[in-house]
């Protein structure tokens, strides 16, 4: 018998056999990318009759689903997708992705946004490398919607050729802004000068995948909420102003999801 076990045949991977039928054909339980399992026999995966476990047979019909959301979950919304979340568009119908090591943040996000969702899936982490460094990975959680017209219209408004852009009409509230701060944010303090005891506490926004221009554009919308973030070398935005950081604070208020309160704890250096 053929052993497909980790093996990937479209959006299935093979987990392990199943069992055999009563026409003594191997069945594999399989994981789709959606997160849910399915059984297959090993003559529909070579032949590349099942690919799925039907999502994307699904996903292929024209979606009617059209979810209105209320203002605070277009701001929530807007804060995960600037930051670690995702926006899937398969045959021209967009579903929202999002992965992290905090399951609560997941489960968060699940009870925020009033969309079909799959499955919570794990992502198990282990040993990998990752720019030529060994790194234990820790495991992870994702979870993804089933398609919507309101993603899809959201997709064209942040995406440009595949690639997440700066949309020019977008508003930073605080909702949105301590959306974006679980999803891509940190506080870290570090010397001000070589040799020196004086040490300096940054506040950090990561816009790495964007351009230049639109980090430009995101630190003049924070600078219109008296936020004063400066860009660095690495395209993000960055602050060690007192003032801006107690200010940041006050503005998006505590938190509210547990497992990141110690993004709201401010480090404080060492012999302080």
């Known amino acids: 018998m053929i052993k497909l076990e980790n093996k990937k045949f479209g959006r299935l991977t093979v987990v392990e056999l199943s069992h055999i039928d009563k026409y003594h054909n191997a069945m594999w339980k399989c994981l789709c990318d959606c997160g849910n399992i399915t059984i297959v026999k090993t003559a529909d995966l070579n032949r590349q009759h099942s690919t799925s476990c039907g999502c994307k047979r699904i996903e292929s019909c024209t979606c009617t689903r059209d979810t209105i959301l209320t203002k605070s979950q277009i701001e929530i919304l ?112 570090h010397k001000t000068k070589k040799r020196s005891n004086s040490k300096q506490i940054d506040l950090l926004l990561c816009t790495d995948s964007f351009t230049y221009i639109e980090c430009q554009l995101l630190q003049q919308k924070l600078k219109y909420i008296d936020l004063d973030f400066n860009i660095s070398k690495r395209k993000q935005l960055i602050s060690g102003k007192k003032k801006t950081i107690k200010q940041f604070f006050d503005y998006i208020g505590p938190c509210d999801v547990a497992g990141f309160e110690y993004k709201w704890k401010l480090p404080k250096p060492k012999g302080d």
């Open 78 to 189: 807007e804060g995960l997708i600037i930051s670690d979340g995702s926006l899937e568009c398969r045959d021209k119908n967009a579903s929202f992705n999002q992965k992290c090591i905090n399951k609560t943040y997941i489960e968060y996000i699940q009870n925020s946004l009033p969309f079909l969702w799959n499955k919570i899936r794990v992502i198990y982490g282990g040993p990998s490398i990752i720019c030529g460094i060994n790194t234990m990975l820790k495991d992870a959680y994702s979870i993804k919607s089933r398609t919507d017209q309101y993603l899809t219209k959201q997709y064209n408004r942040w995406y440009k050729n595949k690639i997440k852009i700066i949309p020019p009409d977008l508003q930073i509230t605080p909702l949105m802004l301590k959306n974006w701060f679980y999803g891509d944010g940190s506080s870290t303090y």
